[in-house]
Structures are given as C-alpha cells and as structure tokens.
C-alpha cells in the first residue's frame, strides 16, 4: 500500500500547472539521473557466483538517445560504483558518468558549470534520500511512481511509471514536448 501522504503530494505534484512545469522543462540542457530505483527497479540480483546483475529498461536507454539527438547533455550519478553502470553508460553514450559519488548536488554543480549552464538548466531524477539535496536545487526534478515519501513530496513531477519501468522516458518525453522535438 502507498503511504498516504506520498498518493496526496503525487495527486498535487501532478496536478501543477502544466504550463509552469513546461516553461521549466523548456530550458532543460543537462539531463541527470540516479540508477538504483530510477533506471533500475531498486532490485539488487545475486548469482551464487558473486555476480551482481541489474535490469535497465530499453524504453529508458531509448530516452537518453533522444535527449542527446536533441543536442541534450546526459548524465548518470550514482552512489554505487560498478562495471555494469559503466558499461549501461558505454552503450548508451552518455557523456557524463559520475560514479561513487557521496555529494551528488556538488557533482551536478560541477557539470553545470563545466558545460556553461546553471542549475536551473539542470533536470535530475532520483528515489531516495541521497538524491534529495540535489532534486531540491535543479531546474526540474522528478521521481519514480515508486521513490520514497520524501522524495515524492520533494520534486516538481512524480512520474506515473515506477523506477526501471519506463519513468525516465517519461520525463524524457515531457522535455522533449516542452522543446518541441519530435522523436526521429
């Protein structure tokens, strides 16, 4: 069952001013994201091997391509350090990998000011406490259906789609709209 107080702020935050929201995904320049729960299902797998396995959804590597055909920064932060982010990142081109990183609002301050932009120009989405600080200052943040009560209440627009399931298309598709790209 969803905790109350995460349906009441996913029912408000979605109910915002569509108009507002694509002003705000309008300027997006820089596109970020965590992995554990938001381009994966939060599931951690284990072979009897020591094998460590994560599912990504196509669908979400489909959206980063758009993102970067539509001439859009891409970006991955993530607590965790492993080969099969790097190797998610690898195939998908995402310029910008940031891996074993413990302040992600620094990093992402970081990027922004590497590539010309502010936070503003910044979208972020994550689904947990680590993210929070980072998701309070971009320009648009956004969490999975499925991220913790906090994060919910946080962010500018709580996807319909959970984490590993399609939510960062979703939001993918949302700039997109906003900037008037059409996917090709």
Same mark, same amino acid.
């Given at each position: 069952?969803?905790?109350?107080?995460?349906?009441?702020?996913?029912?408000?935050?979605?109910?915002?001013?569509?108009? !507002? &929201? $694509?002003? &705000?995904? /309008?300027?997006?320049?820089?596109?970020?994201?965590?992995?554990? /729960?938001?381009?994966?299902?939060?599931?951690?797998?284990?072979?009897?091997?020591?094998?460590?396995?994560? *599912?990504?959804? =196509?669908? @979400?590597?489909? /959206?980063?391509?758009?993102?970067? +055909?539509? #001439?859009?920064? =891409?970006?991955?932060?993530?607590?965790? $350090? =492993?080969?099969?982010?790097?190797?998610?990142?690898?195939?998908?081109?995402?310029?910008?990998?940031?891996? #074993?990183?413990?302040? *992600?609002?620094?990093?992402?301050?970081?990027?922004?000011? +590497?590539?010309?932009?502010?936070?503003?120009? !910044?979208?972020?989405?994550?689904? @947990?406490?680590?993210?929070?600080? =980072?998701?309070?200052? !971009?320009? !648009?943040?956004?969490?999975?259906?499925?991220?913790?009560?906090?994060?919910?209440?946080?962010?500018?627009?709580?996807?319909?789609?959970? /984490? #590993?399931? #399609?939510?960062? +298309?979703?939001?993918?598709?949302?700039? &997109?709209?906003?900037?008037?790209? +059409?996917? $090709?």
């Amino acid at each position: 069952m969803k905790h109350p107080m995460a349906q009441r702020t996913a029912i408000k935050k979605t109910a915002r001013p569509r108009r !507002v &929201l $694509r002003k &705000l995904l /309008g300027q997006i320049r820089l596109f970020a994201t965590d992995v554990d /729960g938001v381009l994966t299902d939060a599931g951690m797998y284990y072979a009897e091997s020591g094998d460590e396995w994560k *599912k990504f959804n =196509t669908h @979400d590597g489909m /959206g980063i391509k758009l993102l970067q +055909r539509a #001439g859009i920064i =891409t970006a991955i932060v993530t607590q965790e $350090r =492993t080969k099969l982010v790097a190797r998610r990142a690898e195939k998908l081109a995402i310029p910008e990998l940031h891996q #074993g990183v413990m302040d *992600k609002l620094s990093c992402v301050r970081e990027m922004a000011a +590497r590539h010309g932009l502010t936070l503003s120009q !910044v979208a972020y989405i994550g689904d @947990d406490i680590n993210d929070l600080e =980072t998701l309070k200052a !971009v320009g !648009v943040s956004a969490s999975p259906a499925d991220g913790m009560p906090l994060i919910t209440a946080a962010v500018d627009y709580v996807c319909q789609k959970k /984490g #590993g399931e #399609g939510a960062v +298309r979703e939001i993918v598709e949302m700039i &997109l709209e906003a900037q008037g790209h +059409r996917p $090709r």
